[in-house]
């Protein structure tokens, strides 16, 4: 699992509340990055990061803030959840394997907006 | 932009049997990375496969194997002697280079396996 917890794994929360979770790795992994998982849209790039402060937006970013402050922490804020925000969310790290870059994934966070 | 196709939402496979899941790719870049992620029930996603657009060679893990048409722009998934735990989401997926760049997805295939 390269080392990468998500919390909370579960959360069910209100229209209009502010939420948010959290990406945890142990490995001191440079690049991170939220997805949003849908059925009938596979995962889409909400926001990654690429260091300390350093982020960009991904192809479904409205709604979304993202903080990286260290190195290991990762994140994802909605400022006033909505409906369209329930989904499944996992963050991923980029990791050497050998020579070659791979991304690995978290066990996600299953979030519903009532 | 990149896009990825899986034309296929659902496939069943008999268990021992081979199945192979279609994946299609657009892309104006000669160079990127191709990957099959599975996602089984406990929902973590776990990679499958690689293959980078510079070598010719067919990616194989064991009993997984892709058919990599770059001219034609398709990356399948073989999955031979299927047994119960290969059910699952399966997900194509593409990375341009240099490596760190984000993966686009296509939108899943669910193959299911009949014992």
């Known amino acids: 699992d390269a080392g990468i917890t998500q919390s909370p794994r579960h959360k069910v929360t209100e229209t209009g509340t502010p939420v948010t979770l959290r990406c945890h790795q142990t490995e001191n992994h440079r690049y991170m990055y939220w997805y949003r998982q849908d059925p009938g849209h596979g995962l889409r790039l909400i926001h990654y990061?690429?260091?300390?402060?350093?982020?960009d937006k991904g192809e479904v970013s409205d709604g979304y803030s993202v903080s990286r402050s260290k190195t290991e922490d990762f994140l994802l804020t909605l400022e006033s959840a909505t409906s369209s925000q329930t989904s499944v969310y996992f963050c991923a790290i980029s990791a050497v394997q050998g020579a070659q870059d791979t991304q690995y994934f978290g066990p996600g966070t299953r979030l519903t907006v009532l | 932009a990149q896009t990825v196709t899986q034309s296929q939402p659902e496939m069943s496979v008999q268990e021992a049997e081979t199945v192979t899941l279609s994946c299609t790719y657009d892309t104006s870049e000669s160079d990127y990375y191709l990957f099959w992620y599975k996602q089984p029930p406990s929902r973590q996603m776990i990679l499958v496969i690689r293959q980078e657009a510079y070598k010719q060679q067919n990616a194989t893990e064991n009993r997984f194997s892709v058919n990599f048409q770059k001219a034609a722009k398709s990356f399948s998934l073989k999955i031979s002697d299927s047994q119960l735990g290969d059910a699952a989401m399966y997900f194509c997926?593409?990375?341009?280079?240099?490596?760190?760049?984000?993966?686009?997805f296509g939108k899943g295939t669910r193959l299911s396996v009949i014992a």
């Open positions: 990061s690429y260091g300390v402060k350093d982020t």
């Open positions: 997926a593409y990375r341009s280079v240099p490596g760190n760049t984000p993966l686009v």
